[in-house]
């Protein structure tokens, strides 16, 4: 069965520091993964997936995640983190019973500091 | 620009008073979700249709129902809300039942229970 574990329920950074945001997953075949950015009383915004292509994947506003199989991870990350990032990232892989469905991480949320 | 619309963004009902939130989208997408979400939680799946195959989640309360008439609108009917019903509802797309497509969700209505 697939399962996400997002390592960090809050993160805090301060404004123009790197962003991290941890997500192992497990599957038992080459998974899809996609990361989710959720602002308050807002919808689900995608910022990037991994479909088996390159393990380097960038996203929008400056975010990135490497696939890495040997350690089961697909963490997020951002150089310079803006006041705007501020907000619950989710980390989601795709799981199959009969059809394909979304399986969510418990979702991390990032505070950035002034 | 091609959306996820869903109308209203707040929504205040009475408890076991009948209510209804609907989705449209100009995507032209074959698949729709409704999801729950509960503050500082992951969207819950409760259905979805592939055209107009309709797709119940094992534990979606029986108050819940869902319709679809055509492919671009998709309406999520509570018929008696009770207190735990109060969340955020999301609706979602996607082009087809695929491993390596992502979903696109609307802004979502918040749903509140006197």
């Known amino acids: 069965a697939q399962s996400v574990t997002q390592l960090d329920s809050h993160v805090s950074v301060s404004e123009g520091t790197p962003v991290l945001l941890r997500c192992n997953y497990s599957?038992?075949?080459?998974?899809?993964l996609f990361w989710y950015v959720q602002h308050p009383n807002k919808g689900l915004q995608l910022l990037l997936k991994?479909?088996?292509?390159?393990?380097l994947v960038k996203g929008i506003n400056g975010f990135e995640a490497e696939f890495k199989k040997s350690e089961t991870s697909f963490h997020l990350t951002k150089p310079s983190a803006h006041m705007s990032d501020a907000a619950e990232y989710f980390c989601?892989?795709?799981?199959?019973?009969?059809?394909?469905?979304?399986?969510f991480g418990t979702g991390t949320r990032l505070k950035v500091l002034a | 620009d091609a959306m996820v619309i869903q109308n209203p963004r707040y929504q205040v009902t009475q408890f076991g008073k009948p209510v209804t939130l609907s989705c449209s989208q100009t995507?032209?997408?074959?698949?729709m979700y409704w999801y729950q979400q509960k503050s500082s939680q992951a969207p819950k799946l409760l259905f979805h249709?592939?055209?107009?195959?309709?797709?119940n989640e094992a534990d979606t309360p029986d108050n819940f129902q869902s319709r679809r008439p055509n492919t671009s609108f998709c309406f999520l009917d509570i018929r008696s809300p009770g207190l735990g019903d109060a969340a955020m509802y999301l609706c979602?797309?996607?082009?087809?039942?695929?491993?390596?497509?992502?979903?696109?969700f609307g802004d979502g209505t918040r749903l509140s229970i006197l």
């Open positions: 989601v892989v795709i799981g199959f019973s009969g059809t394909y469905k979304y399986i």
């Open positions: 599957s038992s075949y080459s998974p899809s």
């Open positions: 991994y479909t088996s292509a390159a393990t």
């Open positions: 995507l032209n997408h074959n698949v």
């Open positions: 249709y592939y055209d107009k195959d309709f797709n």
């Open positions: 979602a797309t996607n082009e087809i039942d695929r491993a390596n497509q992502p979903q696109h």
